[in-house]
Protein backbone atom coordinates (compact mmCIF):
# COMPACT_ATOMS: atom_id res chain seq x y z
CA UNK A 1 0.00 0.00 0.00
CA UNK A 2 1.12 3.59 -1.11
CA UNK A 3 -1.19 5.54 1.38
CA UNK A 4 1.46 7.32 2.59
CA UNK A 5 4.04 7.97 -0.40
CA UNK A 6 5.25 11.09 -1.76
CA UNK A 7 3.70 10.24 -5.08
CA UNK A 8 0.16 9.78 -4.08
CA UNK A 9 -2.45 12.14 -2.01
CA UNK A 10 -3.37 11.47 1.08
CA UNK A 11 -5.84 14.18 2.46
CA UNK A 12 -6.01 12.62 6.01
CA UNK A 13 -2.01 13.35 6.19
CA UNK A 14 -1.55 15.68 9.19
CA UNK A 15 0.62 19.33 8.65
CA UNK A 16 4.13 19.91 9.90
CA UNK A 17 5.55 22.57 7.84
CA UNK A 18 9.20 23.55 8.00
CA UNK A 19 11.21 25.83 6.27
CA UNK A 20 14.42 24.08 4.61
CA UNK A 21 17.45 26.72 3.51
CA UNK A 22 19.52 26.26 0.32
CA UNK A 23 22.18 28.57 -1.02
CA UNK A 24 23.88 28.30 -4.55
CA UNK A 25 26.88 30.78 -4.79
CA UNK A 26 25.49 33.89 -3.75
CA UNK A 27 21.75 32.92 -4.04
CA UNK A 28 20.06 32.02 -0.77
CA UNK A 29 16.47 29.76 -0.86
CA UNK A 30 13.64 29.15 1.43
CA UNK A 31 11.25 26.14 0.96
CA UNK A 32 8.42 25.59 2.91
CA UNK A 33 7.85 21.50 3.44
CA UNK A 34 5.25 19.32 4.86
CA UNK A 35 4.69 15.67 5.38
CA UNK A 36 3.41 13.70 2.77
CA UNK A 37 6.14 15.17 0.33
CA UNK A 38 9.29 14.08 -0.75
CA UNK A 39 12.76 14.73 1.05
CA UNK A 40 10.41 16.64 3.87
CA UNK A 41 13.26 17.71 6.30
CA UNK A 42 16.24 18.57 4.19
CA UNK A 43 17.01 18.75 0.32
CA UNK A 44 17.79 15.09 -1.38
CA UNK A 45 21.55 14.89 -2.01
CA UNK A 46 20.74 13.42 -5.28
CA UNK A 47 18.46 16.87 -6.15
CA UNK A 48 21.63 18.77 -5.09
CA UNK A 49 23.56 17.06 -7.03
CA UNK A 50 21.48 17.22 -10.16
CA UNK A 51 21.21 21.35 -10.13
CA UNK A 52 24.49 21.48 -8.98
CA UNK A 53 25.96 19.63 -12.33
CA UNK A 54 23.22 20.85 -14.39
CA UNK A 55 24.34 24.25 -13.50
CA UNK A 56 28.36 23.70 -14.17
CA UNK A 57 27.40 22.53 -17.58
CA UNK A 58 24.19 24.31 -18.53
CA UNK A 59 23.82 25.51 -22.03
CA UNK A 60 21.92 28.51 -23.00
CA UNK A 61 17.95 27.57 -22.65
CA UNK A 62 14.82 29.08 -22.69
CA UNK A 63 12.45 26.72 -20.39
CA UNK A 64 12.34 23.91 -18.91
CA UNK A 65 9.91 21.38 -17.47
CA UNK A 66 10.06 19.54 -13.92
CA UNK A 67 8.97 16.54 -13.53
CA UNK A 68 7.89 15.29 -10.44
CA UNK A 69 8.68 18.74 -9.02
CA UNK A 70 7.44 17.90 -4.96
CA UNK A 71 8.19 21.30 -3.33
CA UNK A 72 9.28 22.99 -6.15
CA UNK A 73 13.41 22.97 -5.39
CA UNK A 74 15.02 21.94 -9.03
CA UNK A 75 11.86 24.75 -10.69
CA UNK A 76 12.76 27.02 -8.26
CA UNK A 77 16.57 27.19 -8.21
CA UNK A 78 16.89 26.58 -11.71
CA UNK A 79 14.23 30.08 -12.58
CA UNK A 80 16.11 31.79 -9.88
CA UNK A 81 19.71 30.98 -10.98
CA UNK A 82 19.31 31.13 -14.59
CA UNK A 83 16.55 34.05 -14.62
CA UNK A 84 14.24 31.77 -16.68
CA UNK A 85 10.25 30.42 -16.46
CA UNK A 86 9.55 26.91 -16.80
CA UNK A 87 6.86 24.19 -15.35
CA UNK A 88 7.14 21.76 -12.44
CA UNK A 89 4.29 18.97 -12.63
CA UNK A 90 3.30 16.52 -9.64
CA UNK A 91 0.75 14.48 -9.06
CA UNK A 92 1.15 15.18 -5.43
CA UNK A 93 -1.37 17.95 -4.79
CA UNK A 94 0.21 19.23 -1.50
CA UNK A 95 3.31 19.51 -3.25
CA UNK A 96 1.77 21.39 -5.77
CA UNK A 97 0.46 23.53 -3.14
CA UNK A 98 4.02 24.01 -1.39
CA UNK A 99 5.63 24.54 -4.59
CA UNK A 100 3.50 27.65 -5.77
CA UNK A 101 4.02 28.76 -1.77
CA UNK A 102 8.12 28.62 -1.98
CA UNK A 103 7.55 30.39 -6.08
CA UNK A 104 6.46 33.51 -3.95
CA UNK A 105 8.65 33.09 -1.20
CA UNK A 106 11.63 32.96 -3.45
CA UNK A 107 10.15 35.48 -5.74
CA UNK A 108 10.05 33.41 -8.80
CA UNK A 109 8.35 32.96 -12.30
CA UNK A 110 7.88 29.57 -12.06
CA UNK A 111 4.07 27.81 -12.76
CA UNK A 112 3.27 24.71 -11.17
CA UNK A 113 0.45 21.90 -12.02
CA UNK A 114 -1.14 18.50 -11.24
CA UNK A 115 -0.34 15.98 -13.63
CA UNK A 116 0.12 12.65 -14.30
CA UNK A 117 3.13 12.33 -16.06
CA UNK A 118 2.86 14.25 -19.03
CA UNK A 119 -0.95 13.69 -18.86
CA UNK A 120 -1.11 17.73 -18.25
CA UNK A 121 1.68 18.79 -20.75
CA UNK A 122 1.26 20.84 -23.96
CA UNK A 123 4.26 22.29 -25.11
CA UNK A 124 7.88 21.44 -25.54
CA UNK A 125 10.80 22.33 -23.67
CA UNK A 126 14.73 22.55 -23.64
CA UNK A 127 15.62 20.75 -20.51
CA UNK A 128 13.27 18.16 -18.83
CA UNK A 129 14.87 17.65 -15.20
CA UNK A 130 14.02 15.07 -12.99
CA UNK A 131 14.66 13.37 -9.89
CA UNK A 132 12.54 10.82 -10.92
CA UNK A 133 10.23 8.76 -8.03
CA UNK A 134 12.06 5.77 -7.71
CA UNK A 135 9.54 3.63 -5.34
CA UNK A 136 6.42 4.25 -7.55
CA UNK A 137 8.23 1.61 -9.62
CA UNK A 138 10.17 0.83 -12.92
CA UNK A 139 7.31 1.41 -15.04
CA UNK A 140 6.76 4.91 -13.64
CA UNK A 141 10.29 5.82 -13.58
CA UNK A 142 10.42 4.65 -17.36
CA UNK A 143 7.32 6.15 -18.85
CA UNK A 144 8.75 9.32 -17.29
CA UNK A 145 12.27 8.89 -18.92
CA UNK A 146 11.01 7.35 -22.17
CA UNK A 147 8.19 9.79 -22.48
CA UNK A 148 10.70 13.18 -22.30
CA UNK A 149 11.82 12.70 -25.75
CA UNK A 150 8.02 13.93 -27.12
CA UNK A 151 8.14 16.85 -25.34
CA UNK A 152 11.86 18.07 -25.91
CA UNK A 153 12.23 21.02 -28.36
CA UNK A 154 15.07 19.90 -31.05
CA UNK A 155 18.11 21.17 -29.16
CA UNK A 156 16.41 19.72 -25.61
CA UNK A 157 17.94 18.23 -23.39
CA UNK A 158 16.64 14.91 -20.27
CA UNK A 159 18.61 15.28 -17.47
CA UNK A 160 17.89 12.99 -14.21
CA UNK A 161 19.81 11.17 -11.11
CA UNK A 162 19.35 7.92 -10.01
CA UNK A 163 21.55 5.62 -7.90
CA UNK A 164 23.42 3.11 -9.27
CA UNK A 165 21.67 0.73 -6.38
CA UNK A 166 18.32 1.71 -7.91
CA UNK A 167 19.40 0.25 -11.27
CA UNK A 168 20.15 3.43 -12.91
CA UNK A 169 23.00 1.13 -15.06
CA UNK A 170 19.89 -1.06 -16.65
CA UNK A 171 17.62 1.93 -17.31
CA UNK A 172 20.57 3.69 -19.15
CA UNK A 173 20.25 0.73 -20.92
CA UNK A 174 16.94 0.85 -22.03
CA UNK A 175 16.81 4.70 -22.84
CA UNK A 176 19.78 4.17 -25.35
CA UNK A 177 17.43 2.83 -27.66
CA UNK A 178 15.56 6.46 -27.82
CA UNK A 179 18.86 8.84 -26.56
CA UNK A 180 22.43 9.63 -26.89
CA UNK A 181 23.06 8.95 -23.39
CA UNK A 182 25.87 10.47 -21.28
CA UNK A 183 26.84 10.23 -17.28
CA UNK A 184 27.66 13.46 -16.43
CA UNK A 185 28.66 13.04 -12.94
CA UNK A 186 29.22 10.10 -10.17
CA UNK A 187 28.86 10.90 -5.93
CA UNK A 188 28.20 9.07 -3.18
CA UNK A 189 26.65 6.46 -5.52
CA UNK A 190 24.20 8.95 -7.41
CA UNK A 191 24.55 8.84 -11.06
CA UNK A 192 23.69 12.37 -12.85
CA UNK A 193 22.77 11.58 -16.58
CA UNK A 194 21.68 13.48 -19.47
CA UNK A 195 19.90 12.25 -22.55
CA UNK A 196 19.68 13.98 -26.02
CA UNK A 197 17.92 13.15 -28.80
CA UNK A 198 19.49 11.26 -31.75
Known sequence: MFLNQYFTNNQELKSEERVIKYYYGSDS????????????KKIDFGSK???ETYLKNENKIDN??????????????????LNIKGLGIDVNLRAISLAKKNAELNKVSVSFKESNIYDQVLDKYDLIITNPPIRAGKKVVLDILEGAKDYLTDK??????MRKDQGSESVIKIIRNRYLVEIKAKKKGFFIIVAKKN
Open 156 to 161: GQLWFV
Open 49 to 51: LLI
Open 29 to 40: FSFISDNGVFSK
Open 64 to 81: FLDVGCGYGFLSIVLAKV
